[in-house]
Each structure stands twice: as structure tokens, then as C-alpha cells.
Nanobody, 123 residues
Framework: QVQLAESGGGLVQAGGSLRLSCAAS????????MGWFRQTPGKERDFVAG????????AYADSVKGRFTISRDNARNTVYLQMNSLKPEDTAVYSC????????????????WGQGTQVTVSS
């Protein structure tokens, strides 16, 4: 089992940047595929970015390609989401998640979730 804790959210103006971090407990972090998802009130949780266990496979939602970068540091049990050129439509609660096995962008495939961190982008 793994416990996840996000940090780094906040209020930023459009065009600005934020870096989210997700710290994981446990000694098997490197065995998990990690993902970032986001959700706004009344809507389903959406895939934002994912990274495989060793970092060799990375995927992004079309809406964030070229602006967001996911990375991981297995020595620090942490996954990051660097968000640049933020837009008001990026406003959401961002959550990290972990899954065993092969890479997936499906919400249902992920077993462990953090509490989430609010990102608000003002226009």
C-alpha cells in the first residue's frame, strides 16, 4: 500500500507557473505508475499526465501538452507536475494517483489517491 500527499497548489495569474509535488510513503514507490488528474465541481475526474515506473513512458492530455511536464524522483519517492502558461480553464483540484502494473490513463485503473490540492488560475 502507498499513501500520497500533494503540495504546491495555490492561486496564480494566467500565464504563470506552479509546480505540484506528490510525496509517497513506502519503499516500493518505484514499482508504481504515477498519474496526475484534475477535477472541477460537477465534472468527472480527468487524466492530466502519467509516468511509468522508470519514467520511460510519459503521456499527457491534449489540453496540457507543451505546457505541463511530469517527472519523478524515485530516490525521493516523489512525482512532480510542472505547470507553465497556466490558463483559467486549468483551475481544478489536482490529485496524484498510483497504480501497479502497466501504464494507464484511466481513472479506474488507479488504486491509490492523494487528497488533492487546489489550483486556481485567475484571468
Amino acid at each position: 500500500q502507498v499513501q500520497l500527499a500533494e503540495s504546491g497548489g495555490g492561486l496564480v495569474q494566467a500565464g504563470g507557473s506552479l509546480r505540484l509535488s506528490c510525496a509517497a510513503s513506502g519503499r516500493t514507490f518505484s514499482s508504481y505508475t504515477m498519474g496526475w488528474f484534475r477535477q472541477t465541481p460537477g465534472k468527472e475526474r480527468d487524466f492530466v499526465a502519467g509516468i511509468s515506473q522508470g519514467g520511460g513512458r510519459i503521456a499527457y492530455a491534449d489540453s496540457v501538452k507543451g505546457r505541463f511536464t511530469i517527472s519523478r524522483d524515485n530516490a525521493r519517492n516523489t512525482v512532480y507536475l510542472q505547470m507553465n502558461s497556466l490558463k483559467p480553464e486549468d483551475t481544478a483540484v489536482y490529485s496524484c494517483a498510483a497504480k501497479s502494473g502497466i501504464f494507464s490513463s484511466s481513472v479506474r485503473a488507479y488504486d491509490y489517491w492523494g487528497q488533492g490540492t487546489q489550483v486556481t488560475v485567475s484571468s
